[in-house]
């Protein structure tokens, strides 16, 4: 098994995302949980984590790529002699 | 209270050992791994209640030794620290190899900056305190020296210049307030309990935004802690160390810095933001960034910011918190640096852009360098989880929305720039065809020895003893901080695997350039130079004759007018601030010596 061949890395891709979809799925489990506290409203809705982990890294490395790269990048040679 | 004189804080040990490694020859190398057990002996052995006072100048006392509440968990990690860190950097190919050539310099260097760290983490008074904080800076500017490169060289030189910098900020606020203190007819102004700012402190005073002397030491802190703009030093140093170098300097600068401001501004609330800034910075840099030491550089103040933040925040989960954390921290960042350290080492590349299919061949570094990942992006069952949680859970427990949002942000951000990206980059990515051995069994040992402590430390059960020393530990037959309960491990693994979807979704646009992100490092490396050689000079240039007779001839006129000196004070000439704070700080640590040998 080699994680260049293709075939692998379909496998990979499609057992991930069995992953996440249980993740999700498991916030039915979680919200009626003891110990789960929502202490700002919104953290305590169905699928709060999931959305908010992949939403604020899209918008972090858009606006890094995009806005801060756009701005500050150079090449790697700038400060040389 | 026991008081005891003569007998010096365990750093001294790491110090003076330190600095008769390279006399010892052949037994160097063994001694060296001697020597960081002595010193964690010794700060075990130290009852909890000790101090050690010498007198100074006459009229003071120094307080060298007493145990602050978060004394024993930095104190202690620092000198396992310094253990690895001698495993890691041990001269496996002879002490007259070009590595073992470099070993006499950087180890003895590294060893008197941890041990002056482990000694700040003792001070019971500012000055002692002062005394070690300068000894660190000439200690880690050694070791990026040591380096031997052109580049280490110049960086090296940067990074004094600012250390200095922000020595004199921390210096000129102390005597600020020593003189203050003097005036209003306080008999120990040295003491450290008169510099507590923080509003929610261990002994808290409020501090104020008219009080210059705390806000010049506030600065002089936060450049060690690398805040921005007042860090670009670190991202611009630490990845021109050597492969054992870096390790080292990941671990104790910004650690003693959180150490520091824990004591003095606990509860300061501009923390909390200088915090938040620091943990974001940190991953927007760490994303551009090609250099794979310069990324987990980055992630250094992307972690530190999150232990700023606890310490902002103030309550005793939060600072608990934070000083857990950068006990876990210095453990998986200098495991990750010693995977990217023996990466170095063996291909003798540094960029994400030449790197890649590395796990072919390097299976040791591959797993050790992915338990860092994990530990660091705080997965459960590693050392992040049960420690950065508090943080986080003070934050939701004060209802700060701005700080529990931006945090868990940057949770998934760590996992994102660091978790995913440095292993995915070194050791997958592309097959770049290298195919290098794992590195010789020292380096393996160092890694194989802290990845071990980044997983016990996350089982269930198995914490109890980091949280035992923590700076607020849990009354009898109370529970400190419960990480392991079934919403919080699941609610971590929806934010942390959606973050690594984000990161493959994206994959085309982290696609890594030669390029660099300029910092605020920009200023004194090119507008100064450039501002002095463009305009200043041209000008001084073109007033010569006027400013000769203004600065030159004027004042020598004028001296010889109202004094004539002896001769023989012509021998002496003026120095840069610089210089003469290096020479004052070896004076005093020389007074330190001799005053326990005295005594």
């Given amino acids: 098994m080699s994680l260049e061949d293709p075939r692998t890395l379909r496998k990979l891709w499609t057992a991930s995302l069995v992953v996440l979809a249980l993740l999700v799925l498991a916030d039915f489990w979680v919200l009626r949980d003891p110990h789960h506290h929502a202490h700002f409203g919104v953290d305590g809705t169905f699928g709060f984590y999931s959305w908010y982990g992949f939403g604020v890294c899209a918008v972090m490395v858009l606006v890094s790529k995009f806005v801060v790269g756009l701005i500050l990048k150079r090449k790697d040679t700038f400060y040389d002699d | 209270m026991t008081d005891a004189v003569g007998l010096p804080p365990p750093g001294i040990i790491l110090v003076l050992g330190g600095l008769v490694l390279p006399l010892l020859r052949g037994l160097g190398p063994a001694v060296a791994l001697l020597l960081p057990l002595l010193t964690l002996g010794a700060i075990w052995g130290i009852p909890d209640d000790l101090t050690v006072t010498m007198p100074f100048m006459g009229q003071y006392d120094l307080t060298v030794l007493a145990f602050n509440p978060p004394t024993k968990v930095f104190a202690t990690i620092f000198a396992v620290m310094a253990f690895a860190g001698a495993l890691f950097a041990h001269p496996i190919t002879g002490l007259d190899s070009e590595r073992g050539r470099r070993w006499r310099v950087e180890l003895p260097a590294a060893f008197v900056y941890a041990g002056s760290a482990i000694c700040v983490t003792f001070a019971g008074d500012i000055l002692s305190l002062f005394i070690f904080w300068e000894l660190m800076a000439i200690g880690s500017t050694t070791v990026i020296w040591s380096a031997g490169t052109r580049a280490a060289g110049r960086a090296g030189y940067r990074y004094a210049l600012v250390h200095f910098v922000g020595g004199v900020l921390l210096m000129a606020g102390i005597l600020a307030k020593v003189f203050a203190l003097q005036a209003s007819g306080v008999s120990d102004p040295l003491a450290l309990h008169h510099f507590f700012f923080g509003a929610a402190g261990f002994e808290g005073l409020s501090f104020g935004t008219g009080d210059a002397a705390a806000w010049l030491i506030l600065l002089g802190i936060l450049v060690n802690a690398a805040a921005p703009p007042l860090g670009a030093w670190l991202a611009d140093a630490y990845p021109e160390a050597s492969e054992s170098g ?119 570094t591959m797993t050790c360098g992915i338990i860092g990942a994990l530990a660091i992006s705080s997965f459960p069952l590693t050392s992040g989880f049960v420690t950065k949680s508090m943080i986080n859970q003070a934050a939701a427990d004060q209802h700060i929305a701005l700080a529990w949002f931006t945090l868990t942000a940057a949770s998934a951000g760590v996992f994102l720039h660091a978790g995913i990206k440095f292993p995915w980059f070194v050791f997958f990515q592309k097959d770049s065809g290298l195919r290098p051995p794992d590195p010789p069994w020292n380096m393996r040992a160092a890694m194989i020895f802290f990845a071990a402590v980044c997983i016990l430390l996350g089982v269930p059960g198995l914490y109890g003893p980091l949280y035992a020393i923590l700076p607020f530990p849990a009354a009898a037959g109370e529970t400190l901080y419960e990480p392991y309960t079934v919403p919080h491990v699941i609610n971590q693994l929806q934010l942390l695997l959606f973050s690594g979807l984000a990161f493959f979704a994206l994959l085309p646009v982290l696609k890594r350039t030669l390029t660099i992100t300029l910092d605020a490092d920009w200023f004194y490396r090119r507008l100064f130079p450039g501002a002095w050689k463009h305009l200043v000079r041209p000008v001084v240039l073109a007033f010569r004759e006027f400013f000769d007779y203004l600065f030159g001839q004027l004042p020598q006129m004028a001296k010889d007018i109202v004094y004539s000196p002896p001769q023989e004070a012509r021998m002496f000439k003026e120095w840069g601030l610089g210089g003469a704070m290096v020479v004052i700080t070896g004076f005093l640590f020389a007074y330190l010596v001799l005053g326990y040998i005295a005594a």
């Fill in chain 2, 246 to 364: 870096t390790v080292f300097l990941s671990a104790f600068t910004t650690k003693t810095a959180v150490y520091v401001l824990m004591l003095l501004f606990a509860g300061t609330q501009l923390l909390i933001y200088v915090g938040l800034l620091m943990a974001v910075y940190g991953i927007v840099y760490a994303i551009l960034e090609n250099d794979m030491r310069r990324i987990l550089a980055y992630s250094i103040v992307n972690q530190v910011g999150f232990m700023v933040c606890g310490i902002g925040i103030g309550t005793a989960m939060a600072l608990n918190g934070a000083a857990a954390h950068a006990f876990a921290h210095i453990v998986y960042k200098a495991l990750l640096l010693m995977s990217a350290g023996s990466v170095l080492y063996m291909t003798g590349k540094r960029k994400c852009t030449d790197l890649g299919g590395l796990y072919h061949s390097m299976p040791i």
